[in-house]
């Protein structure tokens, strides 16, 4: 099984940036794509980058021109970062990754890395 763990969160003022790390460890995997999903206080979890081997990333409408996905495959690693962030950005940032192991394709979550934008 794959293990997903995040960092760069943190409280930021309006207008600011923060750089997200996503890094999966484990054996006998080989990822196909990651990606970061965002989760607003009371609300549901939502898309907002993701990053697929040897193709062009894609965004949600609400991080494109703000938020540039990354990754280092030879790390299995992605990174998310976030420019020109807003209040509306405030919430916790969960990685997935999907990935093969043997004959079968699985999804993983990271615990999440919460991130705090000040008006």
């Known amino acids: 099984q794959v293990q997903l763990v995040e960092s760069g969160g943190g409280l930021v003022q309006a207008g600011g940036s923060l750089r997200l790390s996503c890094a999966a460890s484990?054996?006998?995997?080989?990822?196909?794509?990651m990606g970061w999903y965002h989760q607003a206080p009371g609300k549901e979890r939502e898309f907002v980058a993701m990053?697929?081997?040897?193709?062009?990333?894609n965004y949600a409408d609400s991080a494109q021109g703000r938020f540039t996905i990354s990754s280092d495959n030879a790390k299995n690693t992605v990174y998310l970062q976030m420019n020109s962030l807003k209040p509306e950005d405030t919430g916790v940032y969960y990685c997935?990754?999907?990935?093969?192991?043997?004959?079968?394709?699985?999804?993983?979550w990271g615990q999440g890395t919460q991130v705090t934008v000040s008006s």
């Open positions: 484990g054996s006998g995997f080989r990822i196909n794509a």
């Open positions: 997935q990754a999907n990935y093969r192991s043997g004959l079968y394709t699985f999804l993983s």
């Open positions: 990053i697929r081997r040897d193709a062009n990333p």
